[in-house]
């Protein structure tokens, strides 16, 4: 028995050094992320606690976008993407693996201090009119995404018609096009009835003076999309290469603990398709 115990002693002395040879190797270490333009200020929100649990510090490449992140992870400049929209056929051939999927409600943000809402089946005609306005008159002011943006693909999916109606205004000269997520929210703020694609994390983690329209009579909260009563959200998916990054399947395991799961959901986000 004595020679039991000592052997559990040496055991756990072993155990202990190296996890703390594990630790020390991994603090110091950076994990480069990046990706839609949405999640900075969630990354930068998450970093000093992951940086706490792990040693790892996480470095933001910001205004990628989605295929950017993608293909820069494919490059190996980056450990980790974070994509708004599902992996393309050239991206999954580049061997690319959407890991794991997160969610935040989307919706339409305005600069107007007071917005009316719509119907979801009401948008599509609303982008299409030569003058919309708002119920007390004012003039709506829509800003598109690019083409290839996520943005522009979230919202053909999740409002009958609009992605019909989003190519059919594209090449009027009255429609702006803002280049990335932060574009697209400094235009908003700068517009007298604007209306805008954007998330709940970004318009929550940035702080904008913006408000969300009500669809369906409903908020796009976060409670309301967990119990929900609010259906529209967009996808994050956490895109890593096939010759995995150790410090980003490091961050997918921090993403799936409770501080990380709540963590998240302070930013706006809970756990998608996992």
Request: charged share 30%.
């Given at each position: 028995m004595r020679g039991i115990r000592v052997s559990g002693r040496v055991a756990c002395v072993v155990a202990a050094t190296l996890f703390l040879q594990n630790q020390i190797a991994l603090a110091g270490e950076t994990m480069r992320i990046g990706g839609t333009g949405g999640i900075n200020g969630m990354v930068k929100n998450l970093a000093p606690l992951f940086a706490a649990e792990t040693g790892i510090t996480l470095e933001l490449i910001p205004s990628l976008g989605a295929g950017g992140g993608n293909n820069a992870v494919a490059?190996?400049?980056?450990?980790?993407s974070i994509s708004g929209r599902p992996l393309n056929a050239a991206e999954i051939a580049k061997g690319l693996t959407a890991v794991a999927e997160f969610r935040t409600p989307f919706g339409l943000v305005t600069s107007h201090p007071k917005p009316n809402g719509f119907k979801s089946a009401e948008f599509a005609q609303l982008y299409q009119s030569d003058k919309p306005v708002w119920d007390d008159g004012t003039p709506i002011r829509i800003v598109l995404r690019p083409t290839n943006d996520s943005d522009t693909w979230l919202l053909g999916q999740i409002l009958p018609g609009m992605a019909a109606a989003i190519a059919k205004i594209?090449?009027?000269?009255?429609?702006?096009?803002?280049?990335?997520?932060?574009?697209?929210?400094?235009?908003?703020e700068q517009l007298p009835g604007s209306l805008v694609g954007a998330s709940l994390t970004q318009i929550k983690m940035e702080k904008r003076n913006l408000r969300f329209v009500t669809i369906d009579g409903v908020e796009p909260t976060l409670e309301n999309y967990k119990n929900g009563t609010y259906p529209l959200g967009k996808p994050l998916y956490i895109v890593l290469a096939s010759k995995k990054s150790s410090t980003g399947e490091r961050f997918l395991a921090f993403l799936r603990t409770p501080k990380g799961v709540a963590a998240l959901q302070e930013t706006g986000i809970v756990p998608g398709a996992q």
């Open positions: 490059d190996g400049v980056l450990d980790v594209r090449p009027r000269a009255d429609i702006t096009t803002a280049a990335t997520d932060q574009d697209n929210a400094d235009m908003a």
